[in-house]
C-alpha cells in the first residue's frame, strides 16, 4: 500500500523559511514524478512544483518561481519543498502527490495525473 506523509509544516512570519518533507513508503518509486499542491480555504486544489525520478526536470507555478525549490532523494525515499521569502497568501495545507510516470510541462499541474496523495500539511503565514 503507498503511503505519502507529509511533515514540515506550522506557523511563519512573512519573509520566513520553511521545509516541507514528504516520506513515501509502500512500493519502489522509480519512474514516479512527485508533486506538490497546495489547497487555501475556499479554493480548488493548485499546483505548487513537481520533480520527475531523476530529479532533472522541475516545473513550478509561476507564483513560487525563484522562491519555493523541489529536490528529492531517491535512496530514502524523501521528496522536500523548500520555502522562502514566504508571502501570507502562501498559506494553505500542502499535499504531496505521486505520478508513475514522468510528467513534463503543462501535463504535471493536473491533479488527476497523480495517483496518490498524503494527508497534507498545514503552512500559515501571518503578515
Given at each position: 500500500?503507498?503511503?505519502?506523509?507529509?511533515?514540515?509544516?506550522?506557523?511563519?512570519?512573512?519573509?520566513?523559511?520553511?521545509?516541507?518533507?514528504?516520506?513515501?513508503?509502500?512500493?519502489?518509486?522509480?519512474?514516479?514524478?512527485?508533486?506538490?499542491?497546495?489547497?487555501?480555504?475556499?479554493?480548488?486544489?493548485?499546483?505548487?512544483?513537481?520533480?520527475?525520478?531523476?530529479?532533472?526536470?522541475?516545473y513550478y507555478t509561476d507564483s513560487v518561481k525563484g522562491r519555493f525549490t523541489i529536490s528529492r532523494d531517491n535512496a530514502k525515499n524523501m521528496v522536500y519543498l523548500q520555502m522562502n521569502s514566504l508571502k501570507p497568501e502562501d498559506t494553505a495545507v500542502y499535499y504531496c502527490a505521486a505520478a508513475a510516470s514522468s510528467?513534463?510541462?503543462?501535463?504535471?499541474?493536473?491533479?488527476?495525473?497523480?495517483a496518490y496523495w498524503g494527508q497534507g500539511t498545514q503552512v500559515t503565514v501571518s503578515s
Open positions: 500500500q503507498v503511503q505519502l506523509v507529509e511533515s514540515g509544516g506550522g506557523l511563519v512570519q512573512a519573509g520566513g523559511s520553511l521545509r516541507l518533507s514528504c516520506a513515501a513508503s509502500g512500493r519502489t518509486f522509480s519512474g514516479y514524478t512527485m508533486g506538490w499542491f497546495r489547497q487555501a480555504p475556499g479554493k480548488e486544489r493548485e499546483f505548487v512544483a513537481k520533480i520527475t525520478w531523476s530529479g532533472g526536470s522541475t510528467l513534463y510541462g503543462s501535463t504535471s499541474v493536473d491533479p488527476a495525473r497523480y
